[in-house]
């Protein structure tokens, strides 16, 4: 079982607020991913990281942005929440660097709700 | 050139049916195919992955048949059972460069007891 956490797991906010989604990996996995999925739907990457400092925009168009300073650390961070963002949000690691295959990890999701 | 196609979009079968899923990809360059399975409420997780240079891999009641030449993959689940009920994505990734996995689009397979 991978140790890949992610906070809040559930969320109702109200239009217009800032909102950062958290994820954390204990795995010392170099690459990290956000995606954005409705249940049981297709999976829509909006961010990736190579590692500490890199980041890149996925297919989705976002209004959202990331960070990476610390390698076990990618949090999400929504400037305005849109009704349009709900969604469940989920963050996955890989250990691409070491093991040579993108074999992702997923944390549990965070179902965000915008009023 | 970069899409994964996944096929059905949704299946039902009886339990202890053979459930069935299949994917075609384009790009050449990809050298890892595996296939992740999400349960309700709960992230994708990997079920079984393959590399092209092999035609098969079993593990367990979940086999993976790769076809190189017709650049398709498929996910066999024999003797279904109810706790088979999930969504499973098919994904494929290139091991050298840069690159990002692509997933296909998901099947919610649904066994009947």
């Known amino acids: 079982e991978a140790d890949i956490y992610q906070t809040p797991r559930y969320l109702v906010i109200g239009t217009g607020k800032k909102i950062t989604l958290e994820c954390s990996q204990t795995m010392g996995h170099d690459k990290m991913y956000w995606y954005q999925q409705d249940p049981g739907m297709e999976l829509h990457l909006i961010h990736y990281s190579y590692g500490v400092n890199s980041t890149e925009k996925g297919d989705l168009s976002s209004e959202s942005t990331v960070s990476r300073i610390r390698t076990e650390h990618f949090p999400l961070t929504l400037e305005s929440a849109r009704p349009s963002h709900t969604s469940q949000y989920l963050c996955a690691s890989s250990d691409y660097m070491r093991v040579g295959t993108d074999t992702q990890y997923f944390g549990p999701g965070t179902r965000l709700t915008v009023l | 050139q970069q899409q994964v196609k996944q096929s059905p979009q949704s299946l039902i079968v009886q339990k202890g049916g053979i459930s069935i899923i299949n994917c075609a990809y384009e790009n050449t360059a990809f050298d890892y195919f595996p296939w992740y399975q999400q349960f309700p409420g709960k992230g994708p997780a990997l079920l079984i992955a393959i590399r092209p240079d092999v035609s098969e891999k079993k593990e367990g009641r979940f086999t993976i048949s790769f076809n190189k030449s017709a650049k398709q993959f498929s996910l066999h689940i024999m003797d279904s059972q109810p706790g088979d009920s999930a969504t499973y994505f098919c994904?494929?990734?290139?091991?050298?460069?840069?690159?990002?996995?692509?997933f296909g689009a998901g099947t919610r397979l649904f066994v009947k007891a």
């Open positions: 994904a494929a990734s290139k091991s050298t460069g840069g690159f990002k996995t692509i």
